[in-house]
């Protein structure tokens, strides 16, 4: 099938017309200089002087529990527990028989009423029901007498990175999977429900390319999420490209991913084996990032640490052996300092296997010259600011938030990719372009967030194209309109480098292409 976009406009060039033929680009030029190779093709399709982007990679978010949020009772909408109450009540009645209610996305930051959800505001929906509902940062959890009971909890728990309180229900970071453990595994068809669930959003968001974590974000066993994905490339049937990002239940289950020949690199360009990745502590959110100091705003709590840095160097050191990456979720400038310690130890001179470190939020300036002197991947989300401008001076005070993050800084000195960490934020490639040149949170109206750490758009639109193909090592083939690249697109109403950078959310994406397939039209 050979396909022309005609009248599109580009940025930084005159050509006005893309072919490509089957997956792969074959021409980009003029009307004028291609006409015999636009009559000889098969389709044509008049843009009308819209934009075209390389296809928009979100370097890390989870796809699979995207769909399995999508899936569930959905709270982000919730300004109070009443309203989670209301929400989940409508959810008891899809349920059969053994379910659990399961929900996501409440941010009591958002309650215009100053509550919280805990354990008795959940009996209130059904103490025969299992109710467990996951915040929207995916690092606490709150549930009913029903789940402490099939969990054999009666009193305070404590765990290794992790906790369940008994009084409130609330389950944080590592005690999660303890949870999660209870519930019954969704088979890998329905597996395959919430990825095709997922990657339809995704596709409406201009989305081709993901770096995903999915082996235990629903499951606890990383088979499943792999068997699935798996059998959607071999079917034909994924409309993005995912490169997983490989996170374990415990060290057992790495080894035993290693001894079934899995490793970096492993699979083709629909699914592929990725990095090694980390949990090394919570979210800013729910003041689980494990800071060095006591959160400003709650001076019982440092946080939490979620691995000890000799797990850390473990793991590690088994991933190099395998020439695998290893990047790290770690958010709190105490997780950062480990991490740093880890790497400085492991690491080649330049990195070149892009080692890395997820999310990029609370640094100081001697953490941010060390990743860049180390030449640490950088797995940002600008979306963030969405949400944390209105929060993270009041977290962790006026000082450290001055040098938090730091986009632009480590834009120049490293390589630097952008995401959404979907579910946490959605994968709306737009209001993160306009949280990345403004800094200012578009919920919460108010002065930019440190505003030298702005990007330019072409900067912003750099770390959501060629930037995520480079850190995905397919820089070669993704993240730029160039013959003999793979023909994914992002086809957007308005230019993004004319559009005020305040009204860069109105930005409509209007199709989408991936590998020659028209995977959305609005």
């Given amino acids: 099938m050979k396909t022309a976009m005609i009248h599109c406009r580009m940025h930084g060039r ?41 296809g928009f990679v979100d370097s890390h978010m989870h796809l699979l529990e995207l769909g399995f949020y999508l899936s569930s009772v959905q709270l982000d909408g919730c300004t109070s527990v009443e309203d989670i109450q209301q929400a ?66 009666t009193e305070d728990f404590e765990m290794e990175g992790g906790r369940i309180i008994y009084e409130t229900g609330r389950v944080e970071e590592n005690a999660i999977n303890l ?12 597996l395959q429900s919430f990825i095709l669930k997922g990657q339809e959003y995704v596709n409406a968001c201009g989305i081709t390319t993901v770096g995903s974590d999915d082996f235990i974000s629903v499951t606890h066993d990383y088979r ?85 840095k000799q797990d850390m160097e473990r ?33 080649c001179p330049g990195n070149p296997l892009h080692h890395g470190i997820v999310h990029c939020q609370i640094l100081r300036e001697d953490q941010i010259r060390k990743i860049i002197d180390l030449n640490l991947s950088c797995y940002y989300q600008s979306i963030f600011v969405d949400y944390d401008a209105s929060i993270v001076s009041e977290r962790v005070g006026s000082q450290l938030a001055e040098t938090s993050y730091p986009f632009h800084t480590l ?22 372009l306009e949280c990345a040149v403004t800094r200012k949170s578009l919920s919460f109206p108010g002065k930019a967030m440190n505003p030298k750490e702005c990007l330019s758009v072409e900067e912003a639109m750099a770390t959501y194209t060629i930037n995520g193909a480079r850190q995905l090592f397919m820089e070669d083939r993704i993240g730029a309109i160039k013959e003999g690249y793979y023909a994914d697109f992002a086809v957007l109403d308005q230019n993004p480098y004319e559009v005020e950078t305040d009204q860069l959310h109105t930005v409509r994406v209007m199709m989408t292409v991936m590998d020659g397939r028209m995977v959305y039209t609005r």
């Fill in 315 to 347: 793991d590690v050191m088994l991933a190099n052996r395998f020439n695998m990456p290893t990047i790290a979720h770690c958010i709190g400038d105490r997780a950062v300092d480990e991490w740093l310690d880890v790497l400085q130890d492991h690491i």
């Fill in 411 to 432: 834009y120049e000195g490293t390589l630097c990719s952008n995401g959404s960490d979907a579910p946490v934020e959605m994968p709306d490639v737009m209001k993160g």
């Fill in 14 to 54: 005159n050509e006005d017309v893309i072919i490509y033929e089957d997956q792969y680009i074959t021409h980009v030029g003029n009307e004028a200089d291609l006409h015999d190779e636009i009559s000889d093709c098969d389709e044509i399709i008049d843009l009308r002087g819209m934009f075209v982007s390389p």
């Fill in 179 to 190: 949870i999660h453990g209870l519930q019954k595994e969704p088979d890998v068809e329905k």
């Fill in 224 to 308: 499943g999420p792999l068997d699935a994905y798996e059998k959607l490339s071999y079917q034909g049937r994924l409309t993005v490209r995912v490169n997983q990002q490989c996170e374990f239940a415990d060290d057992q289950a790495f080894a035993s991913f290693l001894d079934d020949g899995y490793t970096f690199d492993v699979g083709n360009d629909f699914f592929r084996i990725g990095p090694l990745k980390l949990i090394l502590d919570g979210s800013l959110g729910a003041r689980t990032a494990a800071m060095n100091h006591s959160y400003q705003d709650d001076s019982t709590t440092k946080g939490t640490m979620c691995m000890d």
């Fill in 88 to 153: 989940c009540r409508k959810g008891l009645n899809t349920l059969d028989e053994g379910d659990w209610l399961l929900g996501r996305g409440y941010n009591e930051d958002r309650f215009i009423d100053g509550s919280k959800p805990d354990k008795t505001a959940l009996d209130a929906i059904s103490t025969d029901v299992p109710i467990a509902l996951t915040r929207a940062c995916g690092h606490v959890m709150t549930v009913n007498s029903k789940v402490l009971e099939i969990a054999g909890i």
